[in-house]
């Protein structure tokens, strides 16, 4: 969809993800699109390089969010929001869903 703008499908699927929950780390990205962590981590890297995105460690898990001083950032979010709406139902739920809380030990799910 904003492939062509983004330069890669990896680093679509990676922006459309931390817009969609505003922050991420690679092996929940990865897994929400069943890609490879490495190729989630190199455009991560890539994208705070750039100055997009910024990351935070939280225990031992580098975090990833939109840089609030990036000059373009509302307008980067206004896109990604836009093309969220136009990915299929299903796909928009399994972005927006966002199970964190810890859960009973042999609780089914």
């Not at 703008?5 to 505003?22: D, K, Y």
């Not at 490879?36 to 455009?43: A, E, H």
């Not at 896109?79 to 709406?85: I, Q, S, V, W």
């Not at 136009?86 to 859960?103: A, K």
């Amino acid at each position: 969809m904003i492939e062509a703008i983004v330069g890669s499908e990896g680093a679509e699927r990676v922006l459309l993800f931390l817009a969609a929950r505003n922050s991420g780390y690679a092996r929940e990205i990865a897994n929400n699109w069943s890609m490879d962590v490495s190729t989630v981590q190199n455009q991560l890297l890539r994208m705070e390089r750039d100055g997009l995105l910024v990351s935070r460690t939280v225990g031992r898990t580098r975090v990833f969010e939109f840089n609030p001083r990036y000059a373009f950032k509302g307008e980067v979010i206004a896109l990604l929001h836009k093309a969220l709406t136009q990915l299929p139902q299903g796909v928009r739920e399994q972005l927006t869903l966002d199970r964190r809380r810890p859960r009973r030990t042999g609780k089914p799910l």
